[in-house]
């Protein structure tokens, strides 16, 4: 871009990285949020946008849906995107899609937080049937029509809000849903300027990775124990973090 990106007047934003599974540190940094917006004076929006991933890896996906479907802190307004994670729980529900890689990739905690026993180290392929509908009949209806629900990308201002990122060399308006839940290399080695400044989770680095065209903010919650939140208000950035 050739200014410095903005947020729209009057508006912070609170983006929040990847939970899987964690809602002790959902719970604290939705907590250090409120605290931060706490000073903000009357008219000013406060917006905190989730990335997805919300399920899987860590031992309470089901506790992290339960709070997130409470909805936001008072006086925020909330928008929830679709992780590749949320994605694999809606296909292994529907036909069974991509079984063995979500079993591989914390599938496993997620079924067992809705109190599903999964036979261990890995189920067998003629298990699954019985394990979807397992998951069917213990899904509550609200935790399903938030994961139905969940948007692709979010645009606000100069910034634009996606999992995982975008093609690059592909309109924003023109972008695959598979890209924005899935793509790495070729969206993180770009140095293309892709018109907004793209802030994503997905793919896990130490610290959060500011360089210029995107901002990745997933810390490896799961195993780190740092769960990430950037806050944008007008030009600045910083970090909130567990």
């Not at 997805?52 to 802190?73: C, F, K, M, N, T």
């Not at 979500?102 to 109190?115: D, K």
């Not at 209806?141 to 975008?166: I, M, N, Q, T």
């Not at 598979?178 to 400044?197: A, N, P, Q, T």
Request: glycine fraction near 10%.
């Amino acid at each position: 871009m050739d200014h410095k990106a903005q947020t729209p007047p009057n508006c912070r934003i609170y983006a929040v990285g990847d939970i899987h599974g964690r809602v002790d540190l959902l719970a604290r940094l939705q907590g250090m949020i409120e605290v931060d917006a706490a000073p903000l004076p009357p008219g000013v929006r406060r917006l905190i946008v989730y990335l997805g991933d919300y399920i899987d890896r860590g031992p309470e996906s089901e506790a992290v849906i339960e709070r997130l479907i409470a909805g936001p802190p008072p006086g925020f307004e909330a928008v929830y995107l679709k992780g590749n994670h949320d994605d694999m729980l809606l296909r292994y529900l529907n036909d069974g899609a991509l079984a063995e890689t979500w079993m591989m990739n914390g599938g496993m905690e997620a079924l067992e937080s809705y109190g599903i026993e999964v036979p261990r180290p890995l189920p067998p392929p003629a298990w699954h049937d019985g394990g979807r509908q397992a998951l069917a009949r213990a899904l509550p209806a609200a935790h399903l029509d938030f994961f139905r629900g969940l948007k692709l990308l979010h645009s606000e201002g100069d910034y634009l809000f996606v999992h995982a990122g975008v093609r690059p060399e592909v309109a924003l308006d023109r972008q695959q849903d598979v890209d924005l839940m899935w793509i790495r290399h070729d969206f993180l080695e770009s140095g293309e300027d892709f018109g907004k400044v793209v802030v994503h989770g997905h793919s896990i680095t130490l610290d959060v990775e500011f360089p210029g065209n995107r901002i990745g903010i997933d810390t490896g919650a799961y195993h780190t124990g740092r769960l990430t939140a950037l806050v944008l208000q007008d030009a600045e950035h910083r970090l909130l973090q567990t």
